[in-house]
């Protein structure tokens, strides 16, 4: 496994993001903490950090939703970031009228938004995902493929390619083709990109099932214990890729009638889902107590930050929004010990200092009010 090294932003501008027509932050490794009211523009910030990984960030906000209203349509992000190969400046944003970002590293323009996984990593754990083990498969899927990112900075890629490619398959079925060689050829790309797709599911969930298995016994963050459901998955487990793949392409061949009655493709990893269970009191997590859902989560999310660290050699930067107030106080002073013993840049965000109070002197404290962020004070 690669060596870990430090990475954090020191410095993050928005400008005409969200609720913030100009904000530039002078930022410090490890922990710090946006308090402020509700809707005074904590999450926003947070939101701001996930945009500096592929994808649309922790909201998953089309990106014309996150230009400031009152602006020219357009938003801008940037931030300077030490890691591994010294200081790089990142820049992305959108351009009133274009319908997609645009990434700059060091000035220049990047190939892709992929691009920025080579100078950091990104996870995040937002209130939102609170109902992940009760909600639909989506949610979890996305979850799990936003785990493997950041330790597979390829696997991005392959989700868009077999998206591209089911979606070409879907709109033959809607329109009635009988194209056998149409069909052959995307059936083909799907098999090889869903195989794959499947392949780093599965090995993320091998690698933080061993990540977990080094939580200990009475930890307030219980062991998990994590399976993927899916016949690509259970094939994997016992075949070689290769027969995995003539034997998916051969099920969408042979379901070609089937899937045009049903309207869209009816197999395949975007099927698939993340199974999860209270490994302590043998129960599914979805018939856990809320307060037990959020501490199986916040463990999942622990040991993935350290998997990403010794998989990528990039410590990932946490967002955890609204974590202190779902949380009681030894499970909030269990959190900050290990976060400091990840020694990973977090940024957290709560109601009230009082909540992070065994950070002071620890951590960086920030007073967000609507639009303007400044040092708490008092901290």
Same mark, same amino acid.
Request: aromatic share 6%; glycine share 10%.
């Given at each position: 496994?690669?060596?870990?090294?430090?990475?954090?932003?020191?410095?993050?501008?928005?400008?005409?993001?969200?609720?913030?027509?100009?904000?530039?932050?002078?930022?410090?490794?490890?922990?710090?903490?946006?308090?402020?009211?509700?809707?005074?523009?904590?999450?926003?910030?947070?939101?701001?950090?996930?945009?500096?990984?592929?994808?649309?960030?922790?909201?998953?906000?089309?990106?014309?939703?996150?230009?400031?209203?009152?602006?020219?349509?357009?938003?801008?992000?940037?931030?300077m970031i030490d890691g591994p190969e010294g200081e790089v400046e990142i820049g992305t944003g959108m351009v009133a009228g274009e319908a997609s970002r645009r990434?700059?590293?060091?000035?220049?323009?990047?190939?892709?938004?992929?691009?920025?996984l080579e100078w950091l990593r990104v996870v995040w754990l937002t209130p939102a995902m609170d109902a992940l083990f009760t909600g639909p498969a989506g949610d979890?899927?996305?979850?799990?493929?936003?785990?493997?990112?950041?330790?597979?900075?390829?696997?991005?890629?392959?989700?868009?390619?077999?998206?591209?490619?089911?979606?070409?398959?879907?709109?033959?079925?809607?329109?009635?083709?009988?194209?056998?060689?149409?069909?052959?050829?995307?059936?083909?790309?799907?098999?090889?990109?869903?195989?794959?797709?499947?392949?780093?599911?599965?090995?993320?969930?091998?690698?933080?099932?061993? *990540?977990?298995?080094?939580?200990?016994?009475?930890?307030?963050?219980?062991?998990?214990?994590?399976?993927?459901?899916?016949?690509?998955?259970?094939?994997?487990?016992?075949?070689?890729?290769?027969?995995?793949?003539?034997?998916?392409?051969?099920?969408?061949?042979?379901?070609?009638?089937?899937?045009?009655?049903?309207?869209?493709?009816?197999?395949?990893?975007?099927?698939?889902?993340?199974?999860?269970?209270h490994r302590p009191k043998a129960m599914p997590a979805e018939l856990c107590s809320t307060g037990e859902q959020k501490a199986l989560l916040v463990g999942i999310?622990?040991?993935?930050?350290?998997?990403?660290?010794? *998989?990528?050699?990039?410590?990932?930067?946490?967002?955890?929004?609204?974590?202190?107030?779902?949380?009681?106080?030894?499970?909030?002073?269990?959190?900050?010990?290990?976060?400091?013993?990840?020694?990973?840049?977090?940024?957290?965000?709560?109601?009230?200092?009082?909540?992070?109070?065994?950070?002071?002197?620890?951590?960086?404290?920030?007073?967000?009010?609507?639009?303007?962020?400044?040092?708490?004070?008092?901290?």
């Amino acid at each position: 496994m690669a060596e870990k090294s430090g990475t954090h932003i020191t410095r993050l501008t928005l400008t005409n993001f969200r609720n913030y027509a100009s904000v530039s932050l002078d930022l410090r490794p490890g922990a710090v903490v946006f308090t402020g009211d509700n809707g005074a523009g904590k999450t926003n910030l947070l939101e701001a950090v996930s945009l500096f990984t592929p994808g649309r960030g922790l909201r998953r906000a089309p990106y014309g939703e996150v230009a400031r209203e009152g602006g020219d349509g357009g938003f801008a992000l940037h931030a300077m970031i030490d890691g591994p190969e010294g200081e790089v400046e990142i820049g992305t944003g959108m351009v009133a009228g274009e319908a997609s970002r645009r990434v700059r590293i060091n000035g220049a323009p990047a190939r892709s938004a992929d691009a920025m996984l080579e100078w950091l990593r990104v996870v995040w754990l937002t209130p939102a995902m609170d109902a992940l083990f009760t909600g639909p498969a989506g949610d979890r899927r996305r979850f799990l493929d936003r785990l493997v990112l950041a330790i597979d900075a390829s696997h991005g890629q392959r989700a868009l390619d077999y998206e591209k490619a089911m979606r070409g398959r879907n709109r033959l079925l809607s329109e009635g083709s009988r194209d056998g060689a149409w069909f052959e050829a995307i059936e083909t790309q799907m098999a090889e990109t869903g195989v794959a797709i499947a392949a780093a599911r599965a090995e993320l969930v091998r690698l933080l099932v061993a *990540m977990i298995e080094k939580l200990p016994a009475d930890s307030p963050f219980p062991q998990a214990e994590l399976a993927l459901s899916g016949d690509l998955e259970t094939q994997i487990a016992a075949l070689p890729a290769v027969e995995v793949e003539e034997n998916f392409r051969r099920a969408l061949a042979g379901g070609r009638e089937r899937d045009r009655a049903a309207g869209r493709t009816l197999d395949g990893p975007h099927r698939s889902d993340l199974q999860v269970r209270h490994r302590p009191k043998a129960m599914p997590a979805e018939l856990c107590s809320t307060g037990e859902q959020k501490a199986l989560l916040v463990g999942i999310v622990l040991s993935h930050a350290r998997l990403t660290g010794e *998989m990528s050699g990039i410590r990932p930067i946490l967002l955890l929004d609204e974590i202190a107030a779902h949380l009681d106080t030894g499970r909030r002073a269990a959190l900050f010990s290990i976060l400091e013993e990840l020694d990973c840049q977090t940024f957290m965000t709560g109601t009230e200092p009082a909540l992070f109070s065994a950070l002071a002197g620890r951590a960086q404290f920030l007073t967000v009010d609507h639009g303007t962020v400044g040092p708490t004070q008092g901290t």
